[in-house]
Structure formats: C-alpha cells, structure tokens
C-alpha cells in the first residue's frame, strides 16, 4: 500500500504520475501507457485537457483488449495548474485513486481496481469525474437528491461533472462515468448512466436514506456508508459486481475537504464530490447554461495510509 502527493503542471504530468506511482508500487507497464496487474489492465494518457481511463483484460501491442466501451476521465479546460494531486495505491484487492484538488476548493477523482466479489468474474473496474462523450466545459454539477435516490443529471446540452463512484448519471444520450466487467448474465462491460448498456442502480441511491440522515444528530459525526456497483439481474434481481475496500460515501458538514477521519484502527481521508457548500447541502440540479458549482455536503472517503 501506498500514498503518493505532489503538484502537477500539465494534465501530461498528472497521468505520468498517476502511471509512475502505480508502477513504483507494483504494478505492470506491458506497454506505453497501459498499467496492469493480475487480469486487469488498464491504459491512463493525457488527452487535450483530459486524463483519460480505460479498461480491459489484456492488451497487444500497446492496445487494450475486451475494452470498455468508453473512456473515463478526470480535467477540462476550466481546471487551472498548478494542481495537487494525491494517490492511494492499495491491495488485497487491487484499487487505485487518484484526487486531484484545484481551483482552490473543487476535487476530481480517476480510480481503478479489480473486484473481490465472489462469482462477479473478479473483473476490473473504472470509475472518473467525467464521461467521454460530454465536452466537460463547466465547471459544475447537478445533483438531484430524492428520498430513494440520488443521482446526477448530465443534461446534452449542459456539459458538468458526473463524479462518479458509480453513481448513476441520467438524461438520454449519456454514456457512463463509471464501469465495470462482470461475466455475471452476459460477460462484458457495463456503465453507470450509460442508456445502451446501463447499470440501472446509483450507488448514492443504495445508501440514500441513510447519506440523507447523515451526520449524526446524536454526536455530530458522519458514518461510511458503501460505494457498490451492482447490475440489474433477470425478474427485477440486482447482484453486487463491485465492492470497493477502500471507499466510502459520507457527509462533510462537520468535515473539512482533506481532512482525516479515524475509525478504530482505520483512517480515512475525505474529500467533497465537487465542491462543498454547507448552505445548500443536498446539491442543486437545474437546466441552467450555468449549472451549480457545487455539490452540497455530499462526499467520500478513502483509506489513507500516508504518515
């Protein structure tokens, strides 16, 4: 395990960071930009403003095999350098995020990993800020929170932020910012919002009653709450393919971006899906050519293993 931090001029210099740190830390490089470890490969590169992910399980010749369908990504034009960015390489099973914090107060992830579910296939899985088809040219994200669900809203003609975390992002078009391989039902890729080949369920809906509860009005504190990928199964089943160790949803009101939190022997270092504002802690979603710049308290936690 692993915790890497430091500064990145370019979004060049963030993916060859995100490749050398993995590399350092056990990891493959078979070739140019692909990373790989086990049966889960997977191809990080800088493209225009954009770190771009992608899956697979193999490669030849410097190209993925039995890809994703589509890309994942962290960036946009809006995103100003310097950035800080910051990198938990874990085990047992593999998982991988990046953050990256810029423009003062807004947060990005890019992560990766291969599932330990039993009968799931033990597959990779990718999950990013950004789908690959939405220009990603404002600096925003809507956020709709019901009392069953939470989703994001990735409206065609308003391109934002999907965050990710296998959270479902909706509205026709759209392609998913979350994916994982499952030889569970028919063997392939599956994607978080994608309409041709969806998980249907959001990972914030899993947990929406009770990441709506959160924090605690008895003690104040906030509770980690699963991040699960699951596929819709036949007659209305659902099956967990991913279950990510070393992530977890929470709510940031008592909490600032970055800080650490401990449990037991555990401690975990939070982060805001966006941006965190405390005033309108459920998020916004609207239709608006500016969409909301924030995400309300919404967040997540990963294991930090720094000193």
């Not at 925003?140 to 019901?146: A, F, I, L, R």
């Not at 030889?183 to 994607?191: H, K, Q, V």
């Not at 800080?259 to 608006?288: C, H």
Request: hydrophobic share 35%.
């Amino acid at each position: 395990m692993a915790y890497v931090t430091g500064s990145a001029a370019n979004i060049s210099d963030l993916a060859a960071a995100l490749r050398n740190a993995c590399i350092a830390n056990g990891w493959a490089n078979p070739a140019g930009n692909i990373l790989s470890k086990g049966t889960s490969f997977f191809s990080v590169a800088a493209n225009g403003n954009f770190v771009e992910l992608k899956g697979g399980l193999g490669q030849s010749s410097g190209t993925l095999t039995t890809a994703s369908p589509n890309f994942v990504r962290l960036g946009g034009s809006y995103m100003a350098f310097l950035v800080t960015y910051e990198i938990h390489i874990l085990t047992n099973p593999d998982e991988v995020y990046m953050v990256v914090n810029y423009n003062s107060d807004y947060y990005q992830q890019l992560s990766f990993g291969t599932s330990d579910v039993a009968g799931a296939g033990n597959g990779p899985w990718i999950t990013g800020a950004h789908n690959s088809a939405a220009t990603s040219n404002n600096n925003g994200c809507n956020v709709q929170t019901e009392f069953n669900d939470i989703h994001c809203y990735c409206f065609s003609s308003i391109s934002t932020n999907a965050v990710g975390l296998f959270i479902k992002g909706l509205r026709s078009g759209e392609v998913g910012s979350s994916y994982f391989y499952t030889t569970l039902g028919t063997p392939g890729w599956y994607g978080a919002g994608d309409s041709t080949n969806g998980i249907k369920n959001s990972s914030a809906g899993l947990v929406a009653g009770l990441l709506g509860s959160l924090p605690s009005a008895f003690n104040s504190t906030t509770v980690l709450l699963p991040i699960k990928g699951v596929k819709n199964m036949t007659n209305n089943g659902v099956a967990t393919v991913v279950n990510p160790r070393n992530a977890r949803f929470c709510r940031l009101d008592n909490l600032t971006p970055g800080s650490i939190v401990t449990y037991g022997a555990d401690r975990w270092k939070v982060y805001p899906w966006l941006r965190k504002d405390a005033t309108t802690r459920n998020g916004v979603s609207n239709q608006a050519s500016t969409p909301p710049n924030h995400t309300g308290t919404y967040g997540y936690a990963i294991r930090y293993t720094g000193t």
